[in-house]
């Protein structure tokens, strides 16, 4: 099967600052989540926004930075396999894309990697571990 987009994600400087501004947007999303490293919602028709904070984000990529550019928006694109994964991000690869974390198996039990697109963008793949 094609990876699907299942999800945005959101890097928050300020996770309470960060959920105030969707809320105003009219995102449903709970009071209790401010303090949360790790917040998703369910948008209508199934996709979904999710924001993490930044030292969730350098738990699995230490090397990553604050962008100075605003730059703190990923695509996420979900596979039906962890196989699936490691298959679209060596083809990906093979195609000439620039690879920033390979394939590995996530503390929240995801098969997960990030490829970067043309400009430069981070894009996940994951799947569920099997």
Not at 19 to 37: K, M
Not at 50 to 74: K, L
Request: aromatic share 8%; hydrophobic share 45%; glycine share 10%.
């Amino acid at each position: 099967m094609t990876p699907r987009l299942d999800m945005i994600g959101i890097v928050a400087s300020d996770m309470a600052a960060s959920l105030a501004f969707y809320r105003s947007l009219g995102l449903d999303i709970p009071a209790d989540a401010d303090s949360a490293p790790h917040v998703e919602v369910t948008l209508p028709g199934g996709m979904r926004l999710a924001w993490d904070t930044e030292e969730v984000v350098r738990s699995f990529d230490p090397g990553w930075t604050a962008p100075s550019n605003g730059d703190r928006i990923g695509l996420n694109f979900l596979c039906d396999s962890p196989a699936e994964v490691d298959a679209v991000y060596d083809a990906l690869l093979a195609a000439g894309h620039r690879g920033h974390l390979k394939p590995w198996d996530a503390t929240w039990g995801q098969r997960y990697a990030v490829v970067l697109d043309p400009d430069g963008c981070g894009v996940s793949l994951f799947a569920n571990a099997a």
